[in-house]
């Protein structure tokens, strides 16, 4: 049997396969099977893989399922020891999958792996170096255009992206699929501190290269759907994931990160959206499931201290980013 399992959600991705497919083919390690989820695509997606790529497995959706439905579908069908989550807009380095079943082979308490992330026209430029999680309740991609060779250093992260990101399967069981109340967005975030809670931890791989064009299913950086479910489900994670002291503790940088936003939305054309969104995150939220009792005191308090790490950290980056224009 295979060691890994690349799974790539896809919805109308046709355009973006061949690299995608082609750098997978290119691979120095080969304990692996790739598993394509089709979520109901009407652009010829599927024709096309079965055409140029019988290697791959593609399971066929009958309706779009978003990116937490359509993953969940692939760990379920899954049987190897990690499944890696590969979205459709990428081009993975040769070592890439080699990497990081390397880096999750050193640490059983390992649940995640994220790659170095980078952009694809500008490959020295980074995507994402594992995900920050701040105190405001804000995620946010580590290293987001900066110099890719700053970010050379393995590390641990608070979670990984889910866009290029290796886990341990059984752990899944133990704590829980993805959230598909999220659909799509955060929802590598929560799943991320979910397996926190119960003691696992997630590091970051820089040698597991792989080149991002972003956004490229919903379209853009920012967009109506995108910015209107991120708020909804920034409150589902606070709500499912954060102890009752932490969120009374933290209250008041959650207010001012909602404040913050509002304003910038606001200023994007985006207000509706986003009101909108936290406005329906309120609503529900107690239809998620809390993470309770599964995590002692010293376990919140490690995870706050990386959460206020982390905001250090964005805080940093953001000035930096700033500087460097």
Not at 44 to 63: Q, T
Not at 151 to 160: E, G, L, N, Q, W
Not at 240 to 269: D, E, R, T, Y
């Amino acid at each position: 049997m295979k060691k890994a399992t690349v799974v790539i959600p896809n919805y109308n991705g046709k355009h973006f396969l061949e690299p995608c497919m082609e750098a997978l083919r290119a691979q120095k390690c080969r304990d692996f099977k790739v598993l394509v989820i089709d979520n109901a695509s009407t652009d010829g997606s599927v024709e096309y893989l079965r055409e140029n790529y019988p290697e791959a497995e593609i399971a066929v959706m009958k309706e779009n399922l978003g990116f937490s439905g359509g993953v969940n579908e692939g760990i379920r069908r899954s049987k190897t020891e990690y499944v890696i989550l590969l979205n459709n807009d990428t081009a993975v380095e040769p070592d890439y999958v080699g990497e990081l079943i390397k880096a999750a082979d050193r640490d059983k308490r390992i649940f995640s792996v994220s790659a170095k992330m980078v952009c694809m026209h500008q490959p020295e430029k980074m995507d994402d170096a594992g995900d920050l999680y701040t105190i405001m309740g804000w995620s946010a991609q580590k290293g987001i255009d900066r110099p890719a060779n700053k970010y050379d250093k393995a590390s641990p992260i608070f979670t990984s992206c889910a866009g290029a990101g290796l886990y341990r399967r059984k752990v899944f069981d133990k704590i829980g699929l993805f959230d598909e109340m999220h659909f799509a967005y955060l929802e590598d975030v929560d799943v991320g501190y979910r397996a926190r809670l119960y003691g696992y931890t997630n590091v970051y791989a820089p040698k597991a290269v792989c080149r991002h064009v972003g956004s490229g299913t919903s379209g853009s950086k920012y967009n109506s759907f995108k910015v209107k479910l991120a708020a909804r489900n920034s409150i589902y994670v606070i709500y499912k994931n954060m102890a009752a002291w932490q969120i009374i503790v933290n209250a008041p940088a959650i207010l001012l990160g909602f404040i913050i936003k509002l304003v910038f939305f606001a200023a994007m054309g985006y207000f509706k959206e986003y009101s909108s969104g936290l406005i329906e995150g309120f609503r529900t939220f107690k239809k998620c499931r809390r993470v309770v009792g599964v995590s002692t005191f010293v376990t919140q308090l490690a995870i706050e201290a990386m959460m206020l790490f982390d905001t250090v950290v964005y805080t940093t980056e953001f000035i930096k980013r700033r500087l460097d224009k």
